[in-house]
């Protein structure tokens, strides 16, 4: 830079008036000026997201109802068995005398027909649920995302191959597969584990399609044809540049597909092929109450159906928060 561009440079910065245009230049920025543009630099994707998320009141009402029953579900050994019994025992000297009890101090929800406190039992049943969800869906995204991005990366023989295995899976009902999968099982083969592993491996099709549509349409941008004038590695392509902007799809999908997972295991273990006892499970808690739903006591039924309504509703709402959020043509 020459003396006269230096010069130049130090009269912009104080704000003096340019001789030769005759224009003042731009005046200093003030510290609450300065303080917003290093604001505006600072921001990412993910904090604008966030931002956007936090704007949506049933999307944060969602997520606190889920943090009150993760938390609840994962400190559960701490205090249930102290305050409410615990939830898995059955004590045969006081079944007669506690059995089917109403609302109390001592048990909120009532208990069932053994005895044991329903709130426990709900807060205990929520490990399973959300064990199931989660893990399930965890295995569903990286087979998806492993054949999706193969497929839409590649494309040719190979995206055929992998589209005509997804569309044999997704020719299959997907809960009676299960069910077969599960009833082709021992008695004592049976249990969460086999629940999350056979649920897993056949959710994956569906994020197959979506993230291979994600891939096609993110691998038409021009940094992607940059990166391979430069030499760019296919796996470099596709987890440096690809991946990272292909993902906010699949994040929202699996938000809400762990719902539909936690409505499977209860579907499942209803009818006796998922979580078993004395193990606790939502759904196993409906099966064991449904003979006293026409009596006086629904609250069996009632309590268990109602915990996996709010929550399969607050993994969709929590999902939908996250689609808006992750769209980036929305504005704040």
């Given at each position: 830079m020459s003396e006269y561009d230096r010069?130049?440079?130090?009269?912009?910065?104080?704000?003096?008036?340019?001789?030769?245009?005759?224009?003042?230049?731009m005046p200093p920025m003030?510290?609450?000026?300065?303080?917003?543009?290093?604001d505006q630099e600072s921001r990412t994707l993910w904090g604008d997201a966030w931002r956007r998320l936090r704007k949506n009141r049933l999307s944060i009402i969602a997520l606190v109802w889920l943090t009150i029953v993760v938390v609840s579900a994962i400190s559960a050994d701490l205090w249930v068995p102290k305050t409410l019994g615990d939830p898995r025992a059955i004590d045969s000297s006081t079944v007669m005398a506690n059995q089917l009890k109403d609302s109390s101090f001592s048990h909120p929800l009532g208990t069932d027909d053994?005895?044991?406190?329903?709130?426990g039992r709900l807060i205990y049943g929520a490990r399973a649920s959300l064990t199931v969800g989660i893990a399930a869906v965890a295995i569903s995204v990286i087979i998806g995302l492993l054949l999706g991005a193969l497929s839409g990366f590649y494309g040719g023989a190979v995206d055929s191959l992998i589209m005509r295995i997804t569309d044999v899976f997704l020719a299959f009902p997907y809960i009676l597969f299960c069910v077969l999968i599960l009833a082709m099982l021992p008695s004592s083969a049976r249990g969460i584990g086999p629940v999350i592993v056979s649920i897993g491996l056949l959710g994956w099709p569906s994020f197959a399609r979506l993230?291979?549509?994600s891939v096609l349409s993110v691998k038409q941008n021009d940094y992607v044809d940059a990166g391979r004038a430069v030499g760019a590695s296919d796996s470099r392509l596709m987890f440096r540049h690809i991946m990272p902007n292909a993902i906010a799809p699949i994040i929202v999908y699996a938000t809400m597909s762990i719902g539909g997972t936690i409505l499977t295991e209860a579907a499942l273990s209803f009818l006796g092929l998922g979580v078993q006892?004395?193990?606790?499970?939502?759904?196993r808690m409906i099966n064991d109450g449904r003979?006293?739903?026409?009596?006086n006591h629904p609250g069996l039924v009632f309590w268990p159906g109602?915990?996996?309504?709010?929550?399969?509703?607050?993994?969709?709402?929590?999902g939908d928060g996250l689609r808006d959020a992750l769209d980036v043509k929305m504005k704040d």
């Open positions: 010069q130049e440079s130090r009269n912009e910065d104080h704000g003096i008036e340019d001789s030769h245009s005759g224009l003042p230049a003030t510290d609450a000026e300065s303080h917003i543009h290093d053994l005895g044991r406190d329903i709130l993230f291979r549509s006892p004395p193990e606790i499970s939502w759904g003979n006293y739903l026409i009596g109602l915990a996996i309504i709010l929550t399969v509703l607050a993994f969709t709402l929590l």
